[in-house]
């Protein structure tokens, strides 16, 4: 190692960190609605409607169209490529009207996951070709950020040193290229929630991946100050037989975080994956109120768990479209409590906890070895 | 990859509260583990002889400091002769330095070796057998290590396998000492010595840490029970241009931030060669650098707490509270500076601006 060959400007720097920072502006956080067209079929088989182009376009002017409330709540949406290009019935490009809100336009980049020959069903993600053209030509339609997903699962025998080795790397890899387009990289390592560990393997196995995930970031000389991090929350195994409080979650959550990502990264954006939308929120505030100190913002980059009642709300019929927004917009606004650890909840959840309680809030989200 | 338990919980408790009590509220460390090769360049400098009653008698000028040393110093890494030494009265320094609340700590590192193929770097031995040599070490009041390794930046310098070594003995060490109840305190200095400027030295101690933590995390080490003993990022030696310490504050701060998780309980640099004037500044800089500070940012000094000292004692027994007073007044403006709150008066004695830097230092 001999010379520094800066791989940014400090212009660049700037324009990476500030972008960053407005995403994760105090009571803010990122709504992730990129799913793609595979996974928007399974959400809208549930509901009754057809997966057709006119429909997912109908559905997200939902979401982008909801009240001005959600400026306070939403700071970033991460698109579907499909999505950057799609506009309101009257004829608005869905873009304008998020950065009109001054919310940060995002967008997903890779494309999908592929086996890992030689493991136990372990992947790595693919998407790195031609990624510096396509995030040029992002930059240029309107996105400022990106989001690329890695998959790990645990087992007796994984993850396994290759799995998180390769997936840490394709993770770097692609966090430069973004870098070099002005585009903040959101790097999300997801571990997945399948499986009867406990919490304790879980957060070891958290700390593990996460370890190697911000070594390849140094390696690949990523601006740590100009990404974000979306990880899981460290949480037991759907199948755990034991069950844990949400202080117990989020005190494992933050000691591994503590344990591995650097104060320079400016914040992290936790995936809810599969917890339901009340758990997902209950324990984000739980996060924020753990007593440990926590040098980054810690706030929400969900999917279903900011979605799943809207969805059922519209059940597909036009006139619920008021409907749907106002369940849109409550669970970003508890999101944006509970990324303050000002969340209080007005009805208890269960002891039992997934998959008990009232309504779609608590109705546990959790697909087994969910693919997006 | 189940998870095998490395330490017991108490295990844990025990690491974290000795660190925690090491770097408290403006507390550092007074680094007197100087080798006994070493104390005879220190002891030559003041025309005084390298005996072994001499090293113990000035040990003893600094150890037997009284008043707010105590408040200033919250651990004393010692050469393993003087674990073993007395004062006149006959009361082992450990005790008497534990009397004091301070903490003992022991160099366990046997120096560096040549890595062959490589452009003059090295990586430090003594893994042999330190698992029995942290026990006992452990059973005569040591409750903290200190293990130096070196890296040295020049054209083809640090390589990837200078630095992969160093990490590689730094985490087997530190996992060795975590073993045995010790704290082990992480040292990678990064040598000052060469014409580089401060840029290019937040660089390389930005690689250097993140495969020092890299290898700390895949030998299962427990952070919140370490201490990382740094460089503060500094231009080299021969460096054209002069940076003020506000910029050497900040480019040290981000390194750390890019790279130190917040479990590490705290950041005690070493002085490497400024003088004694310049480590509090710089130190003072750093604490008042506008980025978080997740960890105490404190000092674990040598030279720049005994300069003055060493001077003032000049070997003669008359001179022993000369010698005191001058080690306290370091100290007391190093706790101020490890809470951004020294201002120099310029009242300084004429050792502490003297620039201790040796080229090419080995302890």
Not at chain 2, 117 to 143: F, I, M, N, P, W
Request: with cysteine.
């Amino acid at each position: 190692m001999t010379h520094q060959a800066p791989a940014l400007t400090p212009e660049q720097k700037k324009e990476l960190n500030e972008i960053a920072l407005q995403i994760i502006s105090p009571g803010k956080g990122i709504l992730a609605a990129d799913e793609s067209v595979g996974s928007m079929a399974k959400r809208l088989t549930q509901i009754g409607v057809e997966n057709t182009e006119e429909n997912r376009r109908f559905y997200r002017q939902i979401l982008m169209t909801a009240d001005d409330r959600v400026k306070t709540f939403i700071g970033g949406v991460i698109f579907f490529h499909e999505t950057l290009y799609q506009a309101t019935d009257d004829g608005t490009p869905f873009i304008n009207i998020i950065k009109e809100r001054n919310i940060v336009a995002g967008i997903k980049v890779d494309k999908g996951v592929v086996p890992l020959a030689g493991t136990n069903g372990e992947s790595t993600t693919q998407g790195l070709d031609g990624l510096a053209e396509r995030c040029a030509q992002y930059k240029k339609d309107g996105a400022d950020f990106a989001k690329w997903r890695c998959v790990l699962k645990i087992s007796p025998t994984t993850p396994s040193a290759l799995a998180i080795l390769e997936n840490a790397n394709v993770l770097a890899r692609y966090a430069s290229i973004c870098q070099q387009n002005g585009i903040v990289p959101i790097v999300e390592p997801e571990i997945l929630p399948d499986g009867g560990h406990d919490l304790k393997r879980c957060q070891y196995v958290t700390e593990k991946v996460l370890g190697a995930v911000y070594k390849a970031l140094s390696d690949h000389h990523i601006y740590l100050e100009g990404t974000l991090l979306k990880p899981n929350m460290v949480t037991p195994g759907h199948s755990c037989p034991t069950k844990y409080s949400p202080e117990e979650i989020a005190t494992a959550t933050v000691t591994a975080l503590r344990r591995t990502v650097p104060p320079a990264v400016p914040g992290v954006t936790f995936l809810s994956g599969g917890q339901s939308e009340e758990e997902a929120t209950i324990n984000l505030n739980a996060i924020n109120k753990c007593p440990l100190p926590k040098p980054w913002a810690l706030t929400f980059s969900f999917g279903r768990a900011l979605q799943a009642s809207a969805l059922n709300a519209w059940g597909g019929e036009k006139d619920n479209m008021q409907a749907a927004q106002d369940e849109f917009v409550k669970r970003a606004e508890v999101n944006s409590l509970a990324s303050l650890g000002q969340y209080e909840p007005s009805i208890e959840p269960s002891a039992e906890g997934e998959g008990e309680g009232e309504g779609a809030a608590s109705q546990s989200l959790y697909v087994e070895n969910h693919a997006y | 990859m189940p998870p095998q338990v490395s330490l017991s919980p108490e295990q844990k408790q025990e690491l974290a509260t000795i660190a925690n009590q090491i770097v408290a509220g403006g507390k550092g460390i007074l680094a007197a583990d100087e080798s006994v090769g070493t104390m005879g360049k220190r002891l030559k400098n003041i025309e005084v002889e390298n005996t072994e009653e001499n090293r113990r008698v000035f040990r003893q000028l600094l150890f037997s400091t009284e008043g707010e040393m105590a408040d200033c110093i919250g651990g004393i890494i010692f050469f393993h002769e003087t674990l073993f030494q007395s004062t006149d009265d006959g009361i082992p320094f450990t005790q008497l330095v534990k009397d004091k609340g301070i903490v003992v700590g022991i160099k366990v590192d046997k120096g560096v070796v040549p890595l062959a193929g490589t452009d003059g770097e090295t990586v430090t031995q003594g893994l042999d057998g330190l698992h029995e040599r942290c026990a006992q070490y452990s059973k005569a009041g040591a409750q903290f290590a200190k293990w130096r390794s070196v890296l040295k930046i020049g054209d083809n310098c640090p390589s990837p396998q200078a630095i992969q070594a160093n990490a590689e003995v730094l985490a087997r060490y530190a996992s060795i000492c975590q073993q045995n109840g010790l704290v082990p305190i992480v040292e990678p200095e990064i040598l000052p010595d060469g014409a580089h400027n401060l840029h290019r030295c937040q660089y390389i101690t930005e690689k250097v840490l993140s495969a020092v933590y890299k290898a700390l995390n895949d030998h299962h080490v427990y952070l919140e029970g370490t201490l990382l003993k740094p460089n503060m990022v500094t231009p080299g030696h021969c460096c054209a241009t002069k940076f003020t310490h506000e910029e050497i504050g900040m480019a040290t701060l981000t390194a750390l931030h890019r790279t130190i998780p917040p479990a590490v309980p705290g950041i005690c640099f070493l002085s490497g060669g400024q003088s004694e004037e310049d480590s509090s500044l710089n130190l003072n800089a750093v604490n008042l650098c506008p980025l978080s500070k997740p960890w105490r940012l404190t000092f674990s000094f040598g030279r720049a707490l005994q300069a003055s000292a060493l001077a003032a004692w000049a070997g003669k027994a008359e001179n022993i509270s000369l010698g005191q007073e001058a080690f306290l007044q370091r100290a007391k403006i190093n706790s101020l500076s490890s809470k951004g709150e020294y201002i120099p008066s310029g009242d300084t004695s004429e050792a502490s601006n003297f620039n201790l830097y040796a080229q090419n230092y080995i302890y």
